[in-house]
């Protein structure tokens, strides 16, 4: 890898990131991933400060693998790169070290969205020009998430104030926090994901209002979103369970 396109951080995990069990909740994770890959973004030249109101890049798959679980007091280093993208489609990998192995990966995809016309946009019909990088992936891209399983309504949950981000659209952290909500706090108990697919198939707007539905057996788990009339799917995630 160009070790001009990466960007790395170091993080101590605190009290106040972690759950009953002294897990690293996955949303901050994946808020450590949004913080490096603006920061990374910023270093190659595709995003910058002006650009705020205007556009912003937002992530569509994510796809995540941990060897063992992020726990309280760890110290972890956190690096971000990318490499070729299509028209609108751009990959960007993560890698997590501890105690200098690494212990997971991330795959994902981004777009840039046109915040004011809730589109996406080439990069270069705004004038981004991405640095020249490898056509070849580095990691492999999000699989595809189980179908034709019986799910299970859970809940509605309406999209607030706290859930919206700069984008003016529910964060995707937060679809974390509802979609682990769902799943339950007695899985947590014993289990950690140690491979998680997600699919943010449509942007839910503040107001939206989503029902919650979920699938789990021994080692599988899935929870999707859902319009209020079951006609559009907002969110999909499915992952495989391991043992702490």
């Known amino acids: 890898m160009d070790q001009?396109?990466?960007?790395?951080?170091k993080k101590t995990i605190e009290i106040n990131e972690v759950d009953d069990m002294g897990e690293y909740f996955f949303h901050h994770l994946l808020n450590l991933f949004s913080q490096i890959a603006t920061v990374?973004?910023?270093?190659?030249?595709?995003?910058?400060q002006a650009m705020m109101s205007q556009y912003g890049w937002v992530v569509a798959k994510?796809?995540?693998?941990?060897?063992?679980?992020?726990?309280?007091?760890?110290?972890?280093?956190?690096?971000?790169t990318i490499s070729k993208g299509s028209f609108v489609s751009f990959p960007r990998y993560y890698y997590i070290k501890k105690n200098q192995k690494v212990i997971g990966t991330c795959s994902s995809v981004w777009t840039l969205l046109d915040i004011q016309k809730r589109?996406?946009?080439s990069p270069q019909k705004i004038g981004i020009i991405f640095p020249?990088?490898?056509?070849?992936?580095?990691?492999d891209l999000p699989p595809m998430i189980q179908k034709n399983l019986e799910m299970t309504y859970i809940k509605d949950r309406e999209v607030l104030y706290s859930d919206v981000d700069?984008?003016?659209?529910?964060n995707n952290s937060r679809y974390i926090e509802w979609a682990f909500d769902?799943?339950?706090?007695?899985?947590?108990?014993?289990?950690y994901f140690k491979e998680v697919s997600i699919l943010y198939k449509q942007e839910m707007a503040p107001g939206t209002i989503a029902k919650i539905y979920r699938y789990f057996d021994d080692k599988y788990v899935k929870v999707v979103?859902?319009?209020?009339?079951?006609?559009?799917?907002?969110?999909?995630?499915?992952?495989?369970?391991d043992n702490f």
């Open 62 to 80: 994510q796809y995540l693998h941990l060897d063992e679980p992020i726990r309280y007091q760890d110290e972890i280093e956190l690096s971000t």
């Open 40 to 48: 990374n973004a910023m270093k190659i030249g595709v995003w910058n």
């Open 182 to 191: 769902a799943v339950g706090l007695r899985i947590f108990e014993q289990h």
């Open 119 to 121: 589109r996406m946009v």
């Open 166 to 170: 700069v984008n003016q659209h529910m």
């Open 4 to 9: 001009n396109l990466i960007s790395t951080e």
């Open 225 to 241: 979103f859902k319009s209020i009339d079951d006609s559009v799917i907002y969110f999909e995630m499915g992952g495989y369970l």
């Open 132 to 139: 020249e990088v490898s056509k070849e992936p580095l990691l």
